[in-house]
């Protein structure tokens, strides 16, 4: 199984950036293609970013590209996402992912980091 922990989520002003890093044990790491997913307040969980094993492939959904950043670092099982330009639309609770090589879906999720951007 795999275990993943989400950090680095506050409160920030528009415009400002932020950092967010994801923790990852129990299987290894490089296995994994990594994610990152977001959820605002009465809306759908929605695809932010993506990162192969390999680290040599990302994927952005268009609402963020060009402003976030996702990279991983294999040798400390971290996957991070740097957030540039913030906007109040941003705001919403952060959930990193995981999936094995084989899989279709992501099948391992952490508990979700909060990000705040206010006006």
């Known amino acids: 199984q795999v275990q993943l922990v989400e950090s680095g989520g506050r409160l920030v002003q528009a415009g400002g950036s932020l950092r967010l890093s994801c923790a990852a044990s129990g299987r290894t790491f490089s296995m994994l293609h990594m994610g990152w997913f977001r959820q605002a307040p009465g809306k759908e969980r929605e695809f932010v970013a993506s990162?192969?094993?390999?680290?040599?492939?990302?994927t952005y959904a268009e609402s963020v590209k060009g402003r976030f950043t996702i990279s991983r670092d294999n040798a400390k099982n971290t996957v991070s996402l740097q957030m540039n330009s913030l906007k109040p639309e941003d705001t919403a609770v952060y959930y990193c992912a995981a999936r094995l090589f084989s899989s279709v879906v992501y099948d391992y999720w952490g508990q979700g980091t909060q990000v705040t951007v206010s006006s």
């Open positions: 990162i192969l094993g390999s680290g040599l492939s990302t």
